[in-house]
């Protein structure tokens, strides 16, 4: 049985930003039966739990991996090179898990899938696809937003 790449916070791993986690019940349903590989790109990447909020600028997660966009938190510090380390570390867990999905937090500017926070820290959303997201899809892992978040 394939196993699914789930975004840590949504297993109750106190990594998100704010230093808390997100669990979700409704998670449990759609990985009930699958080996599940628990990871939190942003703590891979080297950032502390808690930090700042962070953002997409100028395009989203693909942008990002093609060098056009940029991450950055609210008090303007560039954190690009750390969500891509740990987008990269995501890619290296799942690939060594034997992740074909992947289930993540939505509207992450890491795992989103869809659609993602940019809009100068208002909490706007726009089209695309958070770090993470982007390059598991780019290397063939079906990426998905986690249920019930």
């Known amino acids: 049985m394939d196993s699914v790449l ?3 916070c949504l ?5 998100r930003y704010d230093g808390r986690d997100k669990a979700s019940p409704e998670l449990d349903g759609a990985v009930a039966g699958r080996p599940v590989v628990s990871f939190c790109p942003e703590a891979a990447g080297g950032l ?10 100028g395009g989203d997660g693909h942008d990002v991996l093609d060098g056009t966009a940029r991450v950055v938190d609210d008090t303007g510090r560039d954190v690009t090179a750390q969500f891509v380390d740990g987008a990269r570390r995501a890619l290296a867990a799942a690939r060594h898990g034997g992740c074909t999905e ?10 989103g899938r869809g659609a993602v926070y940019s809009g100068a820290f208002d909490g706007g959303l726009v089209a695309g696809d ?7 899809e780019r290397h063939g892992i079906t990426v998905r937003p986690a249920p019930g978040v």
């Open 6 to 8: 789930v975004s840590a």
């Open 130 to 136: 958070g770090v993470t997201a982007a390059l598991l």
């Open 48 to 57: 502390p739990t808690p930090r700042r909020p962070a953002e997409l600028v």
């Open 11 to 15: 297993r109750g791993v106190p990594c």
């Open 102 to 111: 992947a289930l993540l937090m939505p509207r992450s500017p890491s795992c």
